[in-house]
């Protein structure tokens, strides 16, 4: 049974950090890019940042660079968001997502298993 399970949302200040885990499980992980999603209420699913299969290359969302960070753990099957410097407008649902290339992608057509999301909340 495929699964990835968000963990780590909340609810946050404006200034404040937080670090989103997806644990992957029953699916190819460790050779496959790794992406995380959000959608924010009465919004479209927008790309947030994506990492290669090998760490080597990521890829971030204009609106994140600089302050978001995604990394994985190919041991422990499980891709990691570490977010800094939150604002308001990072108010949504994050969701991970793996996608069957090896190479990183934006485009959440390339992506075939997502997890369920995990809500943050950021607070002005």
């Known amino acids: 049974q495929v699964q990835l399970v968000e963990s780590g949302g909340g609810l946050v200040q404006a200034g404040g950090s937080l670090r989103l885990s997806c644990a992957a499980s029953?699916?190819?992980?460790?050779?496959?890019?790794m992406g995380w999603f959000r959608q924010a209420p009465g919004k479209e699913r927008d790309f947030v940042a994506v990492?290669?299969?090998?760490?080597?290359?990521?890829y971030y969302a204009d609106s994140v660079k600089g302050r978001f960070t995604i990394s994985r753990d190919n041991a422990k099957n499980a891709v990691y968001l570490q977010m800094n410097s939150l604002t308001p407008e990072d108010t949504a649902v994050y969701y991970c997502a793996r996608s069957p290339l090896l190479s990183t992608t934006a485009t959440s057509e390339e992506y075939d298993y997502w997890g369920q999301g995990t809500q943050v909340t950021v607070s002005s």
């Open positions: 990492i290669n299969w090998s760490s080597s290359h990521t």
């Open positions: 029953g699916l190819t992980f460790s050779s496959r890019a």
